[in-house]
């Protein structure tokens, strides 16, 4: 499948025709009637100096004229199109681009297997393969989180050292050098390609033994999240699409990618601590938030958070996020083990994500799609996360309506 071409510019048309006529590009001075839009519902008189009658009218809302573009892009998608961008595949080691072009994924994930073995041009050029067979341009995320988790600076071709921890990086200079590192880190993924990256790491441990210690700061909610703040802020000023994880907070939880994990600790310790960070991370202008598979009792103590709507609907009310909600692999123990792949993708888009992130695609695409069909899933539902996922794509300028 090509490259699907997006609507025109009629909506952003009117806007920069009156703008050219009220800057007198047409060869001769404007008449005192100045309009900034074309609705004429919306023009107001009022008189001048002079006594003159200027017809004034408000300015649209960009961010309208945009989601208007957005919407008119999402009327053009199929159903299977639709179902497509909500997945964030595990990237195939094999027909890679075929994948892209079949499934119309809203994005690719990477993994160190990616990388290895490939300079920063071959690398470039691969990820430019997967933009180019995809009907829609992609998300392309990477775990480079710093520490122990590097997918790319693991490699010396991409740079001399692998990025450090976060511990190690506000032991070695505070907020400062973190601030560093994350718009360093995110001028290496951009070079080769890379537009999300799935940082910084909000959970809240200061025990050495647990599970997500050496990937958190390590420190207390309040320490937290000012670092979160500092490296969503260096992101967003990089152009790097940023992920909030694990919502609602792993503490000293052991490891969901081997086992069900449950966690009982009471709301308000989540309200008093975990939550911060991540306030912090959407305060600041996080794109998203990926949801952990941990099962919370006191939120939901049936389905693990990536599964449930009442999690959700704390990170959606509570918390007032409005971005894009991704699950964590749904390929992990804490999810096999708890139900099977097609029930699992179902049951996380029922629960409020907008992104699957998963490696078994070619199982749980077609189950959404008969969920879907079937009416257990309503169109409408689909419809909600694709113009969120578009709205990402777009702040990101992977999509545009001046293109």
């Given amino acids: 499948m090509r490259r699907k071409p997006l609507p025109g510019k009629k909506i ?30 919306e023009k107001t ?15 649209e809302d960009p961010q309208e004229k945009m989601d208007e573009w957005l919407q008119t892009v999402l009327d053009g998608m199929t159903l299977e199109e639709k179902v497509g961008q909500m997945f964030m595949a595990r990237c195939p080691e094999e027909n890679s681009e075929e994948m892209a072009s079949e499934y119309c994924f809203g994005g690719y994930i990477l993994f160190a297997r990616d990388f290895e073995g490939k300079n920063s041009q071959e690398a470039a050029e691969m990820i430019a393969s997967y933009q180019e067979a995809a009907p829609y341009p992609m998300l392309i995320g ?8 590097n997918r790319v600076s693991r490699f010396s071709q991409y740079r001399d050292a692998p990025f450090a921890s976060p511990q190690e990086l506000y032991a070695q ?4 050098l973190v601030r560093q590192d994350a718009l360093e880190k995110s001028q290496l993924l951009k070079s080769l390609g890379i537009n999300l990256n799935f940082a910084p790491v909000c959970d809240v441990t200061e025990d050495p033994e647990a599970f997500m210690y050496d990937r958190a700061l390590g420190l ?12 969503v802020l260096a992101m967003k000023e990089s152009g790097m699409g940023s992920v909030l994880k694990h919502f609602p907070g792993y503490g000293d939880n052991g490891d969901s990618h081997t086992s069900v994990i449950y966690d009982a600790r009471p ?48 990170l959606r009310e509570e ?31 029922k629960a409020g994500n907008d992104l699957l992130c998963c490696t078994d695609f ?8 008969q969920a879907v069909e079937s009416g257990e899933i309503d169109e409408t539902r689909i419809d909600e996360s694709v113009l969120r996922i578009l709205r990402l794509k777009a702040s990101l300028g992977l999509i545009s309506p001046y293109e």
């Fill in 12 to 41: 952003f048309g009117a806007v920069l025709t009156v703008a050219a006529v009220s800057a007198g590009l047409f060869g001769c001075r404007p008449p005192v009637e100045y309009i900034t839009e074309t609705t004429a519902e």
């Fill in 45 to 59: 008189s009022e008189a001048n100096d002079e006594g003159e009658i200027m017809i004034v009218t408000k300015e």
């Fill in 142 to 149: 990477v775990d480079e989180e710093g520490g122990t988790v």
């Fill in 173 to 176: 200079g505070g907020l400062d």
């Fill in 220 to 231: 207390g909610p309040e320490e937290t999240a000012d670092y979160v703040r500092t490296v």
């Fill in 267 to 314: 709301l308000e310790t989540f309200r008093q601590a975990d939550f911060l960070p991540f306030q912090a991370g959407i305060q600041a202008g996080a794109d998203v938030v990926l949801t952990a598979h941990n099962i919370v009792s006191s939120m939901d103590s049936q389905y693990p958070a990536s599964l449930s709507r009442q999690v959700h609907q704390i």
């Fill in 319 to 349: 918390l007032g996020f409005d971005g894009v909600i991704i699950t964590d692999d749904l390929s992990m123990d804490g999810i096999r083990q708890f139900t099977g792949d097609e029930e699992a993708a179902v049951l996380a888009v």
């Fill in 362 to 369: 070619q199982i749980q695409v077609p189950a959404v799609l």
